[in-house]
Every structure is written in structure tokens, then in C-alpha cells.
């Protein structure tokens, strides 16, 4: 995560039969897996001192609710179909409940949300539907990969690279790329979602 070297890429089984790379090219929905950023959005908006934001202690209501979205009515429900009642920012990360994370979206705004994960390292461009805090929009596995990278480095991103030099036979350097690295979120936003995700 701190070089942004990509060790192992696979992109399908077999390039003759088919040169779609499905590592950088397909686009799947990530689910549960984006849950940490709208946390961390909603933890840097704490951090910041600006309206929305949320600290792991932060309740939150896992009860029904529903939303206008689009011209559309959308009730997000939990994987079990249960719901618990208050709970804790940690406790609705931790056992990755869609009710409240649904909410803790609400609570900060998509467009923040949207930030943190582009900053994060995703590159699509995401639609501010509510649907997206529970991983409804569709990413590459790359994509994923790098913006967890990012938690890992607490907040620094790192461009993935697959080349780090060429060097001709000589022993010439015909081409280096450094790790192209940034500060793209708060660290201490992201050691509140390590923190939780260690609960998991």
C-alpha cells in the first residue's frame, strides 16, 4: 500500500480466449465493501467540527425509513430483515447493517461521501443516488483495492503502478516510476475506521 506496487494482477483465465481485464475493466458492485468510506466521510466531518459528521459512539437509528430519490421511494432494508433499534456508528460498522449506514450517508451527504471515496482512489463517477452508501454502484476490483489501500497507509493514496523500472541489458535505466503518493484524507478519520473494522 505505501509503493502502490501491484505484486499480482490477474485478468481472466486465458488471454487468447479473451483479452477482457476483468482486474481493471470490469466493473462490478462493491456492497458492504464501500461501507467504510461513508464512515469515514462521516468521521472526517466530525474531525472538521462541520454538521453531519460522526464519531464511533455516535448513535445510530436501525429502524425502517424510506427515501424519495429520483422520483423513486427507496426502504433499505438489513441482510437478516431484522432491525435493532439505537445502536452505535462502531456496532452499525461492524456488523455491516444497511439501515444505519444508510442513515450515517444522510446524515453527512452523499456529496461528501462521494469526495472521500474519489479522494480515497475510486474514479468512477458516481451518481448521489442513496443507494450508493450500501455499494449499489459498480467499481473496478483495482479501484477497491487502491482506495483500501488508503486506509491502510491511514489516508495516503498511492497511484497503483504495475512498472517500477526498465532497465536495458546494459544495466541502463531507460525508465523509473516512483510512488506517486498524497495525503488524501484525514489519519486520524482513518484510524477511527481501522479501529472499527478490527472489531469486525
Known amino acids: 500500500p505505501r509503493s502502490g506496487a501491484i505484486l499480482a494482477l490477474v485478468g481472466g483465465r486465458d488471454y487468447q480466449d479473451s483479452q477482457f481485464n476483468r482486474a481493471t ?11 467504510p468510506f461513508v464512515y469515514l466521510a462521516a468521521f472526517q466531518a466530525a474531525i472538521a467540527g462541520e454538521d453531519g459528521g460522526l464519531t464511533p459512539a455516535s448513535i445510530l437509528d436501525d429502524s425502517p425509513f424510506e427515501l424519495v430519490s429520483g422520483g423513486r421511494t427507496w426502504r433499505p432494508a438489513n441482510y437478516d430483515g431484522a432491525f435493532l433499534g439505537p445502536l452505535s456508528a462502531r456496532a452499525a460498522l461492524e456488523e ?3 439501515v444505519p ?26 451518481d448521489p443516488l442513496p443507494s450508493l452508501a450500501l455499494g449499489a454502484q ?15 497507509t491511514l489516508g495516503l493514496h498511492v497511484h497503483p503502478r504495475i512498472l517500477q523500472e526498465v532497465e536495458a ?21 482513518v484510524y477511527l475506521v481501522d479501529d472499527v473494522l478490527r472489531g469486525v
Open 25 to 35: 475493466q470490469a466493473r462490478r458492485q462493491p456492497g458492504s465493501c464501500f461501507k
Open 138 to 152: 459498480e467499481v473496478t476490483p483495482l479501484d477497491l483495492a487502491t482506495a483500501y489501500g488508503t486506509l491502510a
Open 96 to 98: 455491516s447493517r444497511n
Open 101 to 126: 449506514t444508510a442513515r450515517a450517508a444522510q446524515s453527512v451527504g452523499m456529496k461528501r461521501v462521494i469526495a472521500t471515496a474519489k479522494a480515497c482512489g475510486f474514479t468512477e463517477s458516481f
Open 169 to 189: 541489458r546494459d544495466g541502463r535505466k531507460l525508465e523509473r516510476r516512483n510512488p506517486e503518493v498524497r495525503e488524501a484524507v484525514r489519519p486520524a478519520a
